[in-house]
């Protein structure tokens, strides 16, 4: 066992040892400085739209109530009572006026503070029960509906530690006055492999698309004949930021038609225009896939599902252990959009990314 | 329920049974608050039970021995197939289901495509060995002559051979049979698994 992480990374070769996608004590170190330190996305805000509608998910390696304490605040709790740490909510996700626990029964508020403990005269007379509610994550931010939450309370603004990135997230999550809705809740899967395997497939891993996928790129005549995925081969770019987020941008082809917004509604092209700048405007216009990695585990994509609209996903790798990640996996569409075409991009984003996707 | 009260069936004159002979006075009325999703309709005879049974049986033959065009020659072209799982909410909120599968005739095809051909598939490549049980299988005549809806419990075993990963699925599935000529087609299929998330990777395997 190593003493400290010297040895795991070899940056003049830019080599990772193997040890890092399976050990235990890398993981632990990554909880401790990665995940305890970095804004992690956490859900949607249309996933609770409701007062007291509440999601139950994890912030690093701790289970927190994502909760909507009021019309426009969001609450990140510790999932544990402050009394003898019973997990309090057992479900996935309800609407409710306070949190009790089912141990002792000491209730809360949806917005963590205690209200009662049930016998709170058993307690000396100088008690302080304001001390005494749910832990909160010090920070939490909302860009554009995404939630995120940081346990350290010294972290930089979210929009800081976006940089960058934030000028694209914009074009996908900000695209319409509305903003984009979470069509339906999570799918959620456990597979054997670390979480950095997902990040750093969705942050800049072109080449592997050709070859796992070749399942739906060879059957899905139609999108590789639309796209020109064969004949007329790819023009990506690859973005990194300083932050340490980054996408790749593949562009239709030089000469291939620019059609990229009839897979979008037409009612919706011109609320891009009204929400976006002319440069997101046109970056849409041209774009086939857009795939990125929010550091350190959240991912998105936006490409073609199915014959006729594009489905934008939302992954997020959660470490259960070095060798195991439990992911989930988001599909929105423009609020604005009508119902049908919502029902389309679900199906066919699920059908390609979902819990059984084909793109799997 | 609308109208003055639901119409006389076999099945629920049966179901009373059960629950009568349980010692249950407020039977009827257990049967329609615990099985919602048990049909009204009357349940078919025996004759066409034991066909029913023999076509499921064939049909999950079909899968196990992965013969996937096969099976899919079995579905009508308007297939609907669902495959759904649980978000754990409340025992005092609804069951809420998300469809993890939702495929129609021309995505179910591709998705059946990609598993029959070996340089299409890197899930199912070495295949899965899958042993699948179905039972307790119930059958209702449908609103149309020829029309069956069938409730039966699926546990399905699956291996796959090239990981250490052993997937364990059970589920209740709801079917649509049409009876034709040619014999049974399936023109629905829900699959309700009891599970919330899926411990064993992505499903490859079709239910």
């Known amino acids: 066992m190593k003493s400290d992480a010297t040895g795991w990374v070899d940056k003049e070769r830019g080599l990772v040892s193997r040890e890092a996608f399976v050990s235990e004590e890398v993981y632990q170190l990554e909880i401790e400085r990665i995940f305890n330190r970095s804004w992690i996305y956490l859900g949607h805000e249309t996933e609770i739209p409701a007062v007291g509608d509440y999601v139950v998910r994890n912030l690093g390696n701790a289970p927190v109530i994502v909760v909507r304490d009021t019309p426009d605040s969001v609450k990140v709790l510790l999932n544990s009572c402050r009394h003898r740490g019973a997990k309090l909510c057992r479900a996935d996700a309800g609407n409710t006026k306070n949190f009790v626990c089912p141990f002792h029964g000491w209730a809360y508020e949806i917005d963590g503070a205690l209200r009662t403990t049930g016998f709170d005269h058993h307690f000396r007379d100088d008690t302080d029960f304001s001390a005494m509610g749910l832990i909160p994550a010090p920070n939490v931010e909302s860009f554009h509906g995404l939630v995120f939450a940081c346990w350290d309370k010294d972290a930089v603004p979210l929009r800081d530690y976006l940089g960058d990135i934030g000028w694209y997230l914009e074009t996908f999550f900000k695209r319409t006055p509305g903003g984009m809705e979470v069509l339906a809740p999570p799918h959620r899967w456990r597979t054997k492999a670390n979480w950095k395997i997902g990040s750093l497939n969705f942050i800049g891993d072109s080449q592997h698309s050709p070859t796992t996928h070749i399942g739906p790129s060879t059957l899905d005549a139609a999108r590789t004949i639309r796209d020109g995925f064969r004949k007329h081969g790819q023009d990506s770019f690859h973005v990194v930021t300083d932050e340490g987020h980054g996408c790749t941008l593949t562009y239709l082809a030089p000469g291939m038609p620019e059609k990229n917004y009839l897979t979008h509604p037409e009612a919706l092209k011109p609320l891009y225009e009204e929400s976006l700048n002319t440069d997101q405007v046109s970056m849409l216009h041209h774009l086939r896939v857009c795939v990125g990695t929010i550091f350190p585990n959240m991912s998105f994509i936006e490409s073609q599902a199915g014959a006729g609209e594009k489905a934008l996903i939302i992954r997020l790798w959660h470490p259960v252990s070095g060798t195991e990640m439990e992911v989930l996996s988001w599909v929105f569409a423009e609020k604005e959009a009508d119902q049908g075409y919502k029902d389309r991009v679900l199906r066919n984003g699920f059908h390609n990314f979902g819990a059984a996707g084909v793109f799997e | ?207």
């Open chain 2, 1 to 207: 329920m609308a109208g003055p009260g639901p119409p006389p069936s076999r099945y629920r004159s049966r179901a009373i049974l059960v629950y009568a002979a349980l010692g249950r006075a407020d039977a009827l009325q257990r049967v329609q608050v615990i099985m919602p999703e048990f049909s009204a309709r009357p349940t078919v005879d025996n004759e066409d039970y034991l066909a029913i049974l023999r076509f499921l049986y064939a049909e999950a033959a079909l899968l196990d021995r992965r013969a996937f065009q096969h099976w899919f020659a079995l579905l009508t072209e308007d297939i609907r197939y669902q495959v759904t799982t649980v978000v754990a909410r409340p025992a005092q909120d609804e069951t809420s289901r998300i469809a993890i599968v939702d495929e129609d005739n021309h995505s179910l095809k591709m998705r059946v495509d990609q598993i029959s051909d070996p340089g299409l598939t890197h899930a199912e490549n070495p295949p899965s060995l899958t042993q699948r049980i179905v039972s307790n299988v119930e059958a209702y005549y449908g609103e149309q002559n020829g029309i069956f809806e069938t409730t039966s419990n699926i546990l399905l075993y699956a291996n796959r051979t090239g990981s250490s990963e052993t997937g364990l699925y059970a589920g209740q599935r709801q079917d649509v049979l049409i009876r034709d000529h040619t014999g049974f087609k399936i023109a629905e299929r829900t699959v309700n698994l009891a599970q919330t998330v899926l411990h064993d990777s992505t499903l490859s395997v079709l239910l």
